[in-house]
């Protein structure tokens, strides 16, 4: 993949949660929420602070990352649907 998010934005594939619940019954599409888990899969260089210092990012590629659930934009990359969002919108790492 070819694509680099720009200053502090991060580009995640979402991980898809279970389909049966603890019990066995089976979750229809319909009823399902997105998950907002998902895996890095590029991060931007970091934003700037205002003397212009380059401020790293806390995320890299492969992290597992949890968000909230309205976070990012959706975008399709190479038929792939993905999630470009800022990193302060992530909520931490696993």
Not at 32 to 54: F, H, T, Y
Request: aromatic share 4%.
């Amino acid at each position: 993949m070819a694509f680099t998010p720009l200053h502090d934005r991060v580009l995640v594939r979402r991980i898809e949660g279970d389909e049966k619940t603890a019990g066995g019954l089976i979750i229809p599409d319909s009823a399902k929420e997105k998950p907002a888990e998902g895996e890095v899969i590029a991060v931007g260089a970091g934003a700037r602070k205002d003397s212009g210092e380059l401020i790293e990012m806390a995320v890299k590629a492969g992290d597992r990352v949890l968000f909230g659930k309205w976070s990012g934009t959706e975008v399709k990359i190479d038929g792939e649907d993905l999630l470009i969002m800022k990193e302060s919108d992530i909520l931490g790492t696993m």
